[in-house]
């Protein structure tokens, strides 16, 4: 095929990212730099970007937004492994038991947010039977786990979504031929932790990593989850923004696009961290398959 | 000294209707070959897997140096398994890919250094310590798998049709490595192979698998001389299989009717299997016409397919002339390229010794060795000539 159809044939994606994409990037960077001012202040500069890092509610909300975004994924990772460790077994049941497993995927975030916090609030369903079994003397009793300053709940949906999402990549890679490698490792003499250590774990490394880049810049940014399961306190990063984007006092737009372009520094710097990573091992012989 | 032994070994798949693997008995002699050999799907590789512990059968047992060793996990049976694919742990170098039997049995690193050197300079690939898997070509990285199955000393080597996807040259090469490996450290290998003349090379002795039975068990040339079954002669290239009555201790085919010494009495139909290589050409009054359908030059040889006797069969003559399509030859049987078996292709046959014992046929001079011609035998009687 010549370059010209290879360049016709990749224009419609193309224009779409740039026009959908690039173009509200740089429009909201320009902004952030109080470019096109309505208001009196119209000073151009990084103003906006020393205020936020100034700003400890900023700091605050970065480390929340880390955090929950690095705790969900890793978390996530350790179940699906474990999960998809005893799935790839065959055992009676099995195939109800991966439907259960795969079910949330097509379910939004949203749906299951607010399933969280039906169940799990502490007027929600768990806190009412429990009041209600006895073991618990007042709802209230409930350990917070919504709406909590550790944003548990926050986590717990999260976890609830990435991890059949992160189990895919990783079942599919050891129902083939992963499991070879591991017959490999246990005929030179690797017991099952040695063979998962050894074995298991680096090869599937380029799938979990993979995978895991997209859950943390989803759980980064997300705005619905934080905003139906956080606290007041510290608050997910897109609700800074936007609560900052939709202020009255319209001086405070380049802050809130300043704080937008900061979540997608991160995201960015993490993937670009991530591809090196996997380009890494690409060089030493491991491809996302797993295969040598 | 038999070293491993396997008795009544069965597998069954869940869900599978019949067994892939049906009670296998066999044993092998320390520091023999022994090369288990069949079709694609007769359940070779399941009863390796079986041995080694990767699989668990359903019943049988699996003895190693007298033991049961079901109940052993794989990873302390000793023995080690080279797959049909390297399966070369790609995030390794090639030297911690062989060193990595010795690291799981926590062996000091220098030792694991210098026995990996010593495997390298075995496997004759010096300086390849720090590559990487794909730095390596088919060849070498089926040689360092088998480095890293040797280097921990096991017990039983098995090898699961490892040269299957190596070039002819390097498979060749290959062979001698593995053999030459079994003479200097006697170690008891299990070879699978689909392969007949890769079994042949390397055997001590080979047990042919079909449909996941064992249909004979034995030196590798008596699957030339002395094939158990049908299927066994096909499998190692017994072209021609004659129908035949035997009655009593008479066999009637196409032939001519004769009898065997030695021969045990049996009412019904047999195979007579003629080998290729057992015609030979002889003058137009001494042996059978025959008119030439097919010639195929293979070099030192060529491979003919003739009428003969209202049969077709396929010869293979030496290449001093190629006759042509339609051309008729005269050619003559050498008894001992001849060999009885029953019919049916699963029964092993109760293997009669058919041409142990001289002049079986009726031959020219009625010596061993001698050719079969027309001149000599009687008259083909066929069953509905014969009188009730």
């Known amino acids: ?292 | 000294m038999t070293f491993m032994e396997l008795r009544s070994l069965t597998k069954r798949y869940e869900g599978a209707k019949t067994e892939c693997v049906k009670a296998v008995d066999l044993k092998v002699d320390e520091g023999q070959i022994v090369v288990l050999l069949g079709p694609s799907g007769c359940g070779k590789t399941t009863t390796m897997k079986m041995i080694a512990g990767l699989i668990e059968p359903t019943s049988g047992d699996v003895l190693i140096e007298g033991r049961s060793v079901l109940s052993t996990p794989a990873e302390k049976r000793d023995v080690s398994m080279v797959f049909q694919k390297p399966l070369l742990f790609p995030h390794m170098t090639v030297a911690q890919n062989i060193g990595f039997g010795l690291k799981m049995r926590g062996v000091p690193k220098d030792v694991i250094e210098r026995k990996v050197k010593e495997m390298l300079e075995l496997v004759k690939l010096e300086g390849y310590g720090g590559r990487r898997a794909n730095q390596l070509s088919g060849g070498q990285e089926q040689r360092v798998s088998l480095a890293r199955a040797l280097i921990v000393e096991p017990k039983l080597l098995l090898l699961d049709e490892p040269l299957s996807a190596l070039d002819a040259e390097l498979r060749l090469e290959m062979r001698e490595l593995i053999r030459e490996i079994n003479r200097r450290y006697r170690i008891t290998m299990m070879f699978v192979t689909h392969d007949q003349q890769e079994a042949v090379m390397l055997a001590d002795r080979i047990a042919l698998m079909v449909d996941g039975e064992i249909v004979q068990y034995d030196g590798p040339s008596a699957f030339y001389t002395r094939p158990r079954t049908r299927r066994v002669a096909e499998f190692f290239g017994w072209t021609n299989f004659v129908p035949a009555i035997q009655k009593g201790r008479t066999i009637t085919c196409c032939l001519g009717e004769f009898t065997f010494p030695g021969l045990e009495e049996h009412d019904g139909p047999i195979c007579l299997t003629i080998r290729p290589e057992a015609a030979v050409l002889c003058p137009e009054d001494q042996g059978y016409r025959a008119v030439v359908r097919k010639a195929v030059y293979m070099g030192t040889r060529i491979d003919y397919e003739v009428e003969c006797l209202g049969s077709r069969l396929g010869i293979s003559l030496d290449s001093e002339r190629m006759y042509e399509k339609g051309e008729e030859i005269h050619i003559k049987l050498i008894p001992s390229k001849i060999w009885a078996v029953k019919c049916d292709g699963k029964t092993v046959c109760d293997n009669r010794v058919v041409w142990e014992n001289p002049a079986p046929f009726k031959t020219t001079s009625g010596g061993a060795g001698e050719t079969i011609a027309p001149s000599v035998l009687d008259p083909p009687k066929l069953p509905s000539e014969q009188s009730p």
């Open chain 1, 1 to 292: 095929m010549s370059d010209r159809k290879t360049w016709i044939m990749l224009m419609p994606a193309l224009l779409v990212i740039v026009a959908f994409f690039i173009a509200p990037l740089v429009y909201s960077f320009l902004l952030s730099l109080n470019f096109f001012s309505i208001t009196s202040n119209t000073t151009v500069g990084f103003q906006a970007y020393a205020s936020i890092l100034g700003s400890k509610s900023f700091i605050d909300s970065l480390a929340f937004s880390l955090t929950i975004a690095a705790v969900s994924t890793v978390v996530s990772i350790a179940v699906a492994i474990v999960v998809s460790m005893a799935l790839r077994r065959t055992f009676i049941g099995r195939k109800l038991a991966l439907f259960v497993y795969q079910f949330n995927i097509p379910v939004p975030h949203l749906v299951v947010a607010i399933s969280v916090l039906l169940l799990l609030s502490q007027t929600g369903l768990v806190s009412r039977m429990l009041f209600a079994l006895g073991i618990i003397s007042a709802p209230s009793d409930f350990p917070m786990i919504v709406f909590d300053q550790s944003g548990l709940g926050i986590i717990i949906a999260f976890v609830l979504k990435f991890f059949p999402f992160i189990g895919i990549a990783v079942l599919s890679l050891l129902l083939t031929t992963i499991d070879d490698y591991e017959m490999q490792a246990a005929t030179l003499g690797a017991g099952p932790l040695r063979r998962f250590v050894y074995v298991l774990l680096p090869m599937m490394m380029p799938s979990i990593l993979f995978s895991s880049i997209l859950v943390f810049a989803y759980a980064f940014g997300s705005y619905e989850v934080p905003f139906l399961l956080g606290s007041t306190y510290p608050k997910a990063l897109s609700i800074l923004s936007y609560q900052e984007f939709t202020d009255i006092d319209l001086n405070s737009r380049p802050q809130a696009l300043a704080i937008a372009n900061m979540i997608t520094l991160v995201v960015v710097a993490m993937v670009i961290l991530a591809y090196m990573q996997l380009n890494a091992m690409n060089r030493m012989g491991v491809r996302k398959d797993g295969e040598a």
